[in-house]
């Protein structure tokens, strides 16, 4: 599994991420963004209005690695913080179906190869992080050759 099921309860409950991509010169530009989780293809689907045209979209055409910061304050008195980074490798997807109306029909599909939580189980205390293994697809799963 990708994510944990507190992980994709947070996720539910956010509607807004910032997405990092990697610039024509390798500076990082970080915009909000809208996102969803697709639990079929176990990716996180970051859309808005115009996608196709913005400089993010093209950036992850050239670039690939990105980095998603999902965060909320729960309280200022005591200081409660919640945060979920996702990084992995992105495509640049056109011709899909819009998430809610008025966004286009671009996306940027992230693939995650590594998570970073602070504040969402509370099971957890600190900051947990793991590495993601890579998701065939296509592939069917083979027993070991003993």
């Known amino acids: 599994m990708t994510f944990t099921e507190p992980e994709l309860a947070y996720l539910s409950e956010q509607p807004l991420g910032r997405l ?5 010169h390798g500076q990082p530009q970080n915009n909000p963004v809208s996102f969803s989780y697709d639990a079929e293809t176990a990716t996180v689907l970051a ?3 115009r996608m196709g045209s913005t400089q993010k979209f093209r950036n992850v055409r050239a670039r690939p690695k990105v980095a998603l910061v999902v965060d909320d304050i729960v309280s200022f008195r005591p200081w409660v913080v919640r945060c ?13 179906e819009p998430a ?5 029909g671009e ?4 693939h995650p190869t590594r ?5 969402i189980d509370s099971q957890t205390e600190g900051m947990s992080a793991r590495d993601v ?3 065939p697809v296509g592939i069917p799963i083979q027993e070991p050759i003993k």
């Not at 809610?100 to 286009?104: A, L, V």
């Open 20 to 24: 990092a991509t990697l610039g024509p």
């Open 47 to 49: 859309g808005g209005h």
């Open 84 to 96: 979920l980074e996702i990084r992995g490798t992105a495509e640049a997807l056109e011709g899909q």
């Open 100 to 104: 809610m109306p008025g966004f286009s």
């Open 107 to 110: 996306v940027i599909r992230i």
């Open 115 to 119: 998570i970073l939580g602070f504040g």
């Open 133 to 135: 293994p890579a998701q």
